[in-house]
T-cell receptor, first 114, second 115 residues
Framework: DTGVSQDPRHKITKRGQNVTFRCDPI?????LYWYRQTLGQGPEFLTY????????KSRLLSDRFSAERPKGSFSTLEIQRTEQGDSAMYLC????????????FGEGSRLTVL | AQSVTQLGSHVSVSEGALVLLRCNYS??????LFWYVQYPNQGLQLLLK??????LVKGINGFEAEFKKSETSFHLTKPSAHMSDAAEYFC?????????????FGTGTRLLVSP
């Protein structure tokens, strides 16, 4: 399978704990995006990378959130001191810069904070 | 800022009936427009995209959409619904011309198909 893969698919944690999600994009894609989707809403942009550089972060991304893409391949999204409001589906997507904007999405990582 | 509005959070049709899901966009420059589908507990899959070529765009699974600049609309249609079409559908807009591929999504429309 050469699509976007995310791990873990589901994570249940207690409030205050740290969690980390991993995303492996399509190998030739130089752009990687993180979106958050809450129940009944469309995905909301969090941040994106071009190669290893993080080029933009949404105001939705509080200081408790950090994302990395150290070698321009896979990416991690860490949430520190989780809150119940962090419960959501975290979607990763990848694409090619300079193309017509199509993004390829992974199946998402669902976070439940108790 | 660009945005999309999807009219109707739920649409119910009978199998074999016409599917019409509405999307209106707001953009100060000619946009790129997309329809994505999401099945339960899965990620989003691209159905079709408009990138300023033909205004009538055909996608996968028999879906198509027409870009109407005068109405700022990009409605999704399918002549005959199938049970397997039941899913959540999202319209999205992108300003690729800015060099930035961020998608702005609508709130989604859940399509229910009854036998």
């Amino acid at each position: 399978d050469t699509g976007v893969s995310q791990d873990p698919r589901h994570k249940i944690t207690k409030r205050g704990q740290n969690v980390t999600f991993r995303c492996d994009p399509i190998s030739e894609h130089n752009r990687l995006y993180w979106y958050r989707q809450t129940l009944g809403q469309g995905p909301e942009f969090l941040t994106y990378f071009q190669n290893e550089a993080q080029l933009e972060k949404s105001r939705l991304l509080s200081d408790r959130f950090s994302a990395e893409r150290p070698k321009g391949s896979f990416s991690t999204l860490e949430i520190q001191r989780t809150e119940q409001g962090d419960s959501a589906m975290y979607l990763c997507a990848s694409g090619l810069a300079g193309t017509t904007g199509e993004l390829f999405f992974g199946e998402g990582s669902r976070l439940t904070v108790l | 800022a660009q945005s999309v509005t999807q009219l109707g959070s739920h649409v119910s049709v009978s199998e074999g009936a016409l599917v019409l899901l509405r999307c209106n966009y707001s953009s100060s420059v000619p946009p790129y427009l997309f329809w994505y589908v999401q099945y339960p507990n899965q990620g989003l899959q691209l159905l079709l995209k408009y990138t300023s070529a033909a205004t009538l765009v055909k996608g996968i699974n028999g879906f198509e959409a027409e870009f109407k600049k005068s109405e700022t609309s990009f409605h999704l249609t399918k002549p005959s619904a199938h049970m397997s079409d039941a899913a959540e559908y999202f319209c999205a807009v992108s300003l690729e011309r800015t060099g930035f591929q961020k998608l702005v999504f609508g709130t989604g429309t859940r399509l229910l198909v009854s036998p």
